[in-house]
Protein backbone atom coordinates (compact mmCIF):
# COMPACT_ATOMS: atom_id res chain seq x y z
CA UNK A 1 0.00 0.00 0.00
CA UNK A 2 1.25 3.63 -1.06
CA UNK A 3 0.77 6.50 1.72
CA UNK A 4 -0.95 9.32 -0.41
CA UNK A 5 2.02 11.65 0.52
CA UNK A 6 4.16 9.65 -1.50
CA UNK A 7 2.55 10.82 -4.78
CA UNK A 8 3.04 14.30 -4.37
CA UNK A 9 6.09 15.77 -6.23
CA UNK A 10 7.08 18.09 -3.22
CA UNK A 11 7.48 14.85 -1.11
CA UNK A 12 9.98 13.85 -3.54
CA UNK A 13 11.66 17.12 -3.73
CA UNK A 14 11.92 16.99 -0.51
CA UNK A 15 13.18 13.35 0.05
CA UNK A 16 15.56 14.61 -2.84
CA UNK A 17 17.12 17.97 -0.81
CA UNK A 18 17.47 15.32 2.35
CA UNK A 19 19.79 13.44 0.61
CA UNK A 20 21.74 16.97 -1.11
CA UNK A 21 21.67 18.28 2.81
CA UNK A 22 23.36 15.20 3.96
CA UNK A 23 26.05 15.51 1.55
CA UNK A 24 26.55 18.55 2.53
CA UNK A 25 27.23 17.91 6.01
CA UNK A 26 29.60 15.48 5.18
CA UNK A 27 31.15 18.00 3.48
CA UNK A 28 31.56 20.41 6.05
CA UNK A 29 32.31 18.16 8.85
CA UNK A 30 34.63 19.46 10.91
CA UNK A 31 34.94 22.77 9.79
CA UNK A 32 31.53 24.32 10.99
CA UNK A 33 29.74 23.51 14.52
CA UNK A 34 28.10 20.23 15.17
CA UNK A 35 25.06 22.56 15.93
CA UNK A 36 24.99 24.09 12.12
CA UNK A 37 25.17 20.50 10.76
CA UNK A 38 22.71 19.22 12.91
CA UNK A 39 20.34 22.26 12.44
CA UNK A 40 20.60 21.64 8.65
CA UNK A 41 19.81 17.76 8.98
CA UNK A 42 17.00 18.35 10.63
CA UNK A 43 15.54 21.02 9.03
CA UNK A 44 15.61 19.20 6.32
CA UNK A 45 14.14 15.88 6.97
CA UNK A 46 11.21 17.97 9.06
CA UNK A 47 10.19 19.03 5.15
CA UNK A 48 9.24 15.64 4.16
CA UNK A 49 8.37 14.28 7.85
CA UNK A 50 5.95 17.82 7.99
CA UNK A 51 4.55 16.46 4.64
CA UNK A 52 4.10 12.89 5.51
CA UNK A 53 2.23 14.13 8.80
CA UNK A 54 -0.06 16.44 7.42
CA UNK A 55 -1.08 14.61 4.33
CA UNK A 56 -2.35 12.27 7.19
CA UNK A 57 -4.38 14.74 8.98
CA UNK A 58 -8.05 14.43 8.92
CA UNK A 59 -9.12 18.36 9.44
CA UNK A 60 -7.89 20.61 7.02
CA UNK A 61 -6.93 23.25 9.72
CA UNK A 62 -3.99 20.46 10.79
CA UNK A 63 -3.35 20.09 7.29
CA UNK A 64 -2.81 22.60 6.36
CA UNK A 65 -0.80 23.47 9.66
CA UNK A 66 1.81 20.68 9.42
CA UNK A 67 2.42 22.34 5.33
CA UNK A 68 3.04 25.75 6.89
CA UNK A 69 6.06 24.05 9.24
CA UNK A 70 7.52 22.50 6.38
CA UNK A 71 7.77 25.67 4.24
CA UNK A 72 9.31 27.06 7.22
CA UNK A 73 11.75 24.44 7.45
CA UNK A 74 12.75 24.94 3.93
CA UNK A 75 13.22 28.66 4.54
CA UNK A 76 15.67 27.80 7.62
CA UNK A 77 17.53 25.85 5.26
CA UNK A 78 18.20 29.12 3.49
CA UNK A 79 20.23 31.19 6.10
CA UNK A 80 22.57 27.84 7.04
CA UNK A 81 23.40 27.92 3.00
CA UNK A 82 24.35 31.41 3.57
CA UNK A 83 26.78 30.90 6.50
CA UNK A 84 28.64 27.92 4.92
CA UNK A 85 29.16 30.51 1.76
CA UNK A 86 30.35 33.10 3.59
CA UNK A 87 32.44 30.72 5.18
CA UNK A 88 33.79 30.04 1.81
CA UNK A 89 32.42 26.19 2.11
CA UNK A 90 30.04 25.95 -0.68
CA UNK A 91 30.90 27.85 -3.96
CA UNK A 92 28.18 30.53 -5.23
CA UNK A 93 27.23 28.21 -7.87
CA UNK A 94 26.33 24.90 -5.51
CA UNK A 95 24.86 27.81 -3.24
CA UNK A 96 22.74 29.11 -5.78
CA UNK A 97 21.88 25.58 -7.11
CA UNK A 98 20.61 24.38 -3.37
CA UNK A 99 18.76 27.99 -2.62
CA UNK A 100 16.97 27.04 -6.24
CA UNK A 101 16.04 23.82 -4.69
CA UNK A 102 14.34 25.50 -1.90
CA UNK A 103 13.16 27.86 -3.83
CA UNK A 104 10.73 25.07 -5.34
CA UNK A 105 9.85 23.52 -2.64
CA UNK A 106 8.61 26.39 -0.79
CA UNK A 107 6.90 27.72 -3.81
CA UNK A 108 5.20 24.08 -4.43
CA UNK A 109 4.15 23.94 -0.45
CA UNK A 110 2.94 27.31 -0.98
CA UNK A 111 0.94 25.42 -3.73
CA UNK A 112 -0.69 22.22 -1.54
CA UNK A 113 -1.10 25.31 1.57
CA UNK A 114 -3.52 27.15 -0.51
CA UNK A 115 -5.06 23.33 -2.61
CA UNK A 116 -5.92 22.86 1.32
CA UNK A 117 -7.51 26.58 1.41
CA UNK A 118 -9.37 26.00 -1.54
CA UNK A 119 -10.81 22.51 0.10
CA UNK A 120 -12.17 24.41 3.07
CA UNK A 121 -13.94 27.30 1.13
CA UNK A 122 -15.84 24.41 -1.35
CA UNK A 123 -16.39 22.38 1.89
CA UNK A 124 -17.89 25.65 3.88
CA UNK A 125 -20.09 26.65 0.49
CA UNK A 126 -21.65 22.98 0.33
CA UNK A 127 -22.42 23.18 4.06
CA UNK A 128 -23.96 26.46 3.69
CA UNK A 129 -25.48 25.13 0.63
CA UNK A 130 -26.78 21.95 2.35
CA UNK A 131 -28.43 23.90 5.24
CA UNK A 132 -30.44 26.18 2.62
CA UNK A 133 -31.70 23.13 1.08
CA UNK A 134 -32.82 21.55 4.38
Known amino acids: MAFSFEKLDVYQKALNWISESDGIAKSVKGRV ?3 LIDQLTRASLSV ?7 NGRWHKAEKR ?3 WIARGSAFECVPILQVLKAKRLLSESTCSKYHAALVEISKMLTGLIKSVDCLNREFSQSSKTAVLIA
Open 65 to 67: QFF
Open 33 to 35: SDS
Open 48 to 54: ALNIAEG
